[in-house]
């Protein structure tokens, strides 16, 4: 009997050990692999031989040498002889590839090797990166760029030579990615006109280019990031929808002549571009326009009756426009140089845009352009009156120990008795507010006094109850695996007419600056 019980237990005992994530089909086990990180990878391949042929055989590859290190006080080229057996195993096995990220310094060879391996198998996506000294680039094997089989090409580190004359190679590229890379006009020029169906192209701080006519008929999408002393035309692109363009050194001119004539352009993004001083611009079909860092700006003209999206980092300026009906607008002002004026402005331009806007989103840097100045409250109007919700965000870490009732102090100026305000400090801290006013100002049975002088009673005396959540994040490391954890807190907190409400709001603030500093 007791023998019996015995086999009956360890029967249970190895039904619940059964691995039946194993015992799924190949193909499902690769899709699971797909969604991890290739290190996590090499780590499955050894829980059970079904995951180590789904591994053998998953047609992505990435080698990444500058990250990928057994551990971190091995040098690059240790862990080279286990790049080059999985390379040879799988060539071996005839293993198609369908992706192949290679990241080195300078393992040419494997990378070559590698290469050869993946475009013998008609692969789809290249990702080859080469950190290299600067002014020195490693030359891209010709058999890269006369591949038929590459859709996605993304190269860094690596200098372009000249493709081979009397070919119509007519590529199958349909994203080109150029990041570091050095290349003359003629071979960019001619390697763009030798992909038909490219859509997305991509050039972040490339050399060599002096004049480049972009002719890429069927591109959507174009960004061009730190390319300065280059003419550049993507007039010829007249399918363009979605263009950024990055710390470039282009003028108002052809900024205005250049949009012009892109007519399906939908989405345009402008970010550091400091020769910019004026933009002019007219598009029926445009519906997302940010700009950005733009040092030298003073006027934004605008006539996008489509325009949906909105955003704007950067000083005051003057702006004119058609008439826009805006789903989301975010805004974040700043200057160097802060006056009684520019205070008029900065609140002059939040009405307008409360007007066109659906949503409205203030950011800031450092809370300064919250100090509007008591005198000013006095005439100025309230810009956003009538808004039920703000939303504000304070972005950087030495902004950390603000005053959180200063800003709400100011966000119920300029939009009073507003029923709930989130206020979010650069996703480690977030608060939201909900308001119940009282019907009239008062305070001890009186108006109170700072509220007979205001157009709109102060929000501190009308207010009835304030909720307050508070959502902390901080990260904790496990000092055995090294492994970073977020941890989020959430804080529910209720305050009441006749406490001091600016007070305790703060003292919230302070003790998450302690807990977080402990934290980390």
Known sequence: MENGMCDRKKERRRIDYVDRISALPEPILQLIMSFLPFNQLVQISVLSKAWLQAWRTFPVLEIDEIKSRPNKWETIGNSRPYWEKLVQLRHRNKVAIRKLTFRSHDALNLANQCIRYAIANNVKELELEHMHPLDRWYSLPQMVLCSKSVNVLKLQGYKLESLPLGNDLNLSLRKLSLSNVYADDQVMNNLVAQCPLIEDLEFDCCQGFKSLDIKAPNASSIAIATLLKCEVSITSCKNLKRLVLWNCSFTDEWLCNQISRLPLLEHLFIRCCQNIERIKISSTLLKTLCICMCERLVEVEIYTPNLRIFKYD???????????????????????????????????????????????????????????????????????????????????????????????????????????????????????????????????????????????????????????????????????????????????????????????????????????????
């Open 314 to 520: 950067g000083d005051v300026v003057s702006l004119s426009s058609g008439a826009l009906t805006l789903s989301e607008t975010e805004l974040c002002f700043s200057s160097h140089d802060v006056d009684s004026q520019w205070y008029v402005n900065y609140i002059e331009l939040l009405a307008r845009f409360h007007k066109f806007s659906k949503v409205l989103n203030l950011r800031s840097r450092d809370c300064e352009n919250v100090n509007v100045p008591g005198e000013l409250r006095l005439i100025l109007p309230h810009p956003l009156s009538g808004a039920k919700h703000l939303n504000f965000t304070v972005e950087l870490s030495y902004s950390f120990n603000f005053a959180i009732a200063k800003v709400m102090d100011f966000l119920l100026w300029i939009s009073p008795h507003a029923e709930t305000v989130s206020v979010d400090y650069e996703d480690k801290k977030k608060f939201y507010f909900q308001f119940t006013y009282n019907q009239q100002p008062v305070y001890e049975g009186k108006i109170a006094e700072c509220c007979k002088s205001l157009p709109i009673s102060c929000w501190e005396h009308c207010i009835k109850k304030v909720e307050i959540d508070v959502n902390s994040t901080y990260f904790k490391m496990n000092m055995n695996t090294h492994e970073i954890h977020r941890i989020s807190k959430v804080e529910r907190f209720v305050f009441y007419e006749g406490e001091n409400i600016s007070e305790k709001i703060d003292s919230l603030a302070e003790s998450g600056v302690s807990h977080l500093e402990e934290i980390y």
